[in-house]
T-cell receptor, first 111, second 112 residues
Framework: QKEVEQDPGPLSVPEGAIVSLNCTYSNSAFQYFMWYRQYSRKGPELLMYTYSSGNKEDGRFTAQVDKSSKYISLFIRDSQPSDSATYLC???????????FGAGTTVTVRA | SQTIHQWPATLVQPVGSPLSLECTVEGTSNPNLYWYRQAAGRGLQLLFYSVGIGQISSEVPQNLSASRPQDRQFILSSKKLLLSDSGFYLCACCKEGNEKLFFGSGTQLSVL
């Protein structure tokens, strides 16, 4: 079993729809949770960063962390074609040099 | 904020040739530095990380090596490339303190 599980999709939605992405994990020691957006042939860009449980909102993006269920989510409201990308979840323990990544979910927003 | 410079963007090399990819970081000092590889349609594989000059940790046995000759310089090398070394190579920084990791723009390596 992988430490971080993420459905690779692909996921296709019409413009304006809500995109819902999620990851599950097995290591209860994870405390830092991140979402990255990666466009084709580009480096991943840090999108959202959350410490421990709870919600965080930034514009059209909302990140949720449920540590009791070992489940994190990313919601994109009013999706745009420019949101078409691969979204990677990542997480780490405190005082750990490394991140554990999900495999990434490819999202296409149709105009 | 930090800026990560990575070059070249694209590289085509024959099997058996040497490799040197360079990464430099601006805007921070004593960063943790990382090399990742991303195969087509797959996740990120950590290859090496470094917490200081001359300090290299290897995550997987392979045909590659890394060096950190200066505080903000990280180099990925190979003496003889294999077909299996093809992939998208990413340099990343920093994670200390605020735990965030930032990536460079990547190098697409094709070994033919």
């Amino acid at each position: 079993q992988k430490e971080v599980e993420q459905d690779p999709g692909p996921l296709s939605v019409p413009e304006g729809a809500i995109v819902s992405l999620n990851c599950t994990y097995s290591n209860s020691a994870f405390q830092y949770f991140m979402w990255y957006r990666q466009y084709s042939r580009k480096g991943p860009e840090l999108l959202m960063y959350t410490y421990s449980s709870g919600n965080k909102e930034d514009g059209r993006f909302t990140a949720q962390v449920d540590k009791s269920s070992k489940y994190i989510s990313l919601f994109i409201r009013d999706s745009q074609p420019s949101d078409s990308a691969t979204y990677l979840c990542a997480m780490s323990r405190s005082n750990d040099y490394k991140l554990s990544f999900g495999a990434g979910t490819t999202v296409t927003v149709r105009a | 904020s930090q800026t990560i410079h990575q070059w070249p963007a694209t590289l085509v090399q024959p099997v058996g040739s040497p490799l040197s990819l360079e990464c430099t970081v601006e805007g921070t000092s004593n960063p943790n530095l990382y090399w990742y590889r991303q195969a087509a349609g797959r996740g990120l594989q950590l290859l090496f990380y470094s917490v200081g000059i001359g300090q290299i940790s290897s995550e997987v046995p392979q045909n590659l090596s890394a060096s950190r000759p200066q505080d903000r310089q990280f180099i990925l090398s190979s003496k003889k490339l294999l077909l299996s070394d093809s992939g998208f190579y990413l340099c990343a920084c920093c994670k200390e303190g605020n735990e965030k990791l930032f990536f460079g723009s990547g190098t697409q390596l094709s070994v033919l």
